[in-house]
């Protein structure tokens, strides 16, 4: 075997819990092999890296050997190399920050202009 579909890869190692989850995230745009968007049906060879987008974080894979079986998590470093930057596995359990606006009872609609505020304060704080 010398290659083999994405999606199945991407199962078998343990990155989606389902082929289907695995199918849509190809389909939807969130995996990248060697930088160019995967589609689910895409084959994958030895020494590819595989770029995954769940939620907010973005991981890395690179390749090592392929199977079409889904395997152990204590196997998955035999058959994939985590490449994921620290940074990354950072963002999911960075804090998650509220903001609750607040208007008084009766003061109506917000105005032009203070819609704007908040807008451009809401922005300030995306970054």
């Known amino acids: 075997m010398d ?35 995967a589609k689910a049906s895409k084959a994958v060879k030895i020494g590819d890296v595989l770029e995954v987008r769940k939620g907010i974080a973005l991981y890395t894979y690179k390749i090592l050997k392929l199977s079409e079986n889904r395997m152990g998590a204590s196997m998955v470093p035999e058959y994939a190399e985590d490449l994921t930057p620290e940074s990354e596995t950072a963002k999911l359990h960075a804090p998650h920050e509220t903001i609750v606006m607040r208007r008084d009872k009766g003061s109506g609609r917000p105005t032009k202009k203070e819609r704007r505020e908040l807008e451009a304060l809401l922005g300030s704080l995306e970054g």
């Open 3 to 37: 290659s083999i579909r994405a999606d199945k890869y991407l199962w078998a190692i343990r990155a989606f819990k389902t082929r289907s989850e695995a199918t849509d995230a190809c389909n939807g745009g969130k995996v990248k092999l060697n930088g160019v968007n």
